[in-house]
């Protein structure tokens, strides 16, 4: 029922109830009223309503205990605080410099493209910037701003390719994979699934792993714990677990036009898998107990790799083809599930069916072949490796 407003719904039936003097009368009101479909629909959507005011106070609870007990565990780290100011440092140099030096042909081409010209070049740039011009052109936005706009994304742009070829022949850090029997071979694992070439266009700096530590942000604050302390913490407030992060990606910093103008690389970080189950997903129901947590964290790792590809590889045509498909799928994981009414719907089913094609090939094939069809059409570098 779009646009059902089931509060005014609630008002007049309440009252409706309530102007008439017999009660019997009243209760045979109530009980036509639940038969119908704006009853169960009100009710569906009163129970929503209840349940969000109950996440957000649990949230509150959580955030005020972290405060309060974990204070010592919150993490901003010296390697976020230089890549903040160095996106900071580069934000000033394109307002200061690079818009100023643009070069002449390149603005003219510009003009020309706003004023109706078209030009394949200063397309493909938008179209894998994945800016939406022509939503711009035909608005009612005035000619300076559209030029302005257009400017920015073309120069944003042009500078993943600058960011590209100086990343040309640079190794991903992989830093304390080492202390985990499952996968110290993460490095081999990712260079033989994804290619270097296709590495270095994913503008990935280094993959750092905290094994015995754990993840849980709240309110934009990261509590990095040991696991013990964490443990003890999900014990009295079990809701923590939902507020637990395996790893975390800057991908999104490089694509936000607001918050950057210019590309470079950035890292992945990974923590504990503890209280994992990976005995419980059907996607890992052929691979040997043994090896079902091993699958499962690569398969993490590849997710994660995933982002950037996404991100920086699939253009605005390509995208719209996996929408496409997706959209006829069902969902590949129950990671993916979760995500079917969010904006990041698109992009976490396309990580998640990179995390099926690298552990689980044949599962992806069988369920998802026009999924799996995808990726081996557009980036055929990806393959499941044998270690």
Known sequence: MENFEFQKYRDDLAQKITQEPDHTKRREILSLEKMTPEYQEAKKLRRLEFGSEKNKNDNDQLISYAEEHYGEYKIFTDELRDLINTIVANRNEFETVTKANIPEELLNQILDFCEGMPNEQIESLLNRANFNYENLLAGEVDEYTKAKLITE?????????????????????????????????????????????????CLISKIDYNADKVNVALNGTDYVLPIEIYSDWQKIMPGVKNHKYRAESMVLWNTDPKFSKKFIPTPIRFFSFYGEEPNKLDYLKDVLDEKKMRQYKLGTIAHEV????????????????????????????????????????YDEFFTEAVRLKTTVPDYLERNFPEINQFITDNFPEIQAPIL
Request: hydrophobic letters at 35%; zero cysteines; a negative charge.
């Open 153 to 201: 994304a073309v120069l944003k742009a042009k500078s993943y390719d600058l960011a590209v070829e100086e990343n040309r022949g640079k190794e991903i850090d992989f830093i304390g994979f080492e202390k985990d029997q499952d996968i110290p071979d993460a490095k081999d694992f990712i260079y033989q699934t994804f290619s270097r070439g296709l590495l270095e266009k």
């Open 306 to 345: 995933a982002h950037h590809i996404y991100e920086y590889l699939i253009d605005a045509d390509k995208r719209n083809n996996w929408k496409e498909i997706v959209d006829r799928s069902g969902s590949i994981t129950n990671y993916a599930q979760a995500y079917k009414n969010h904006n990041f719907k």
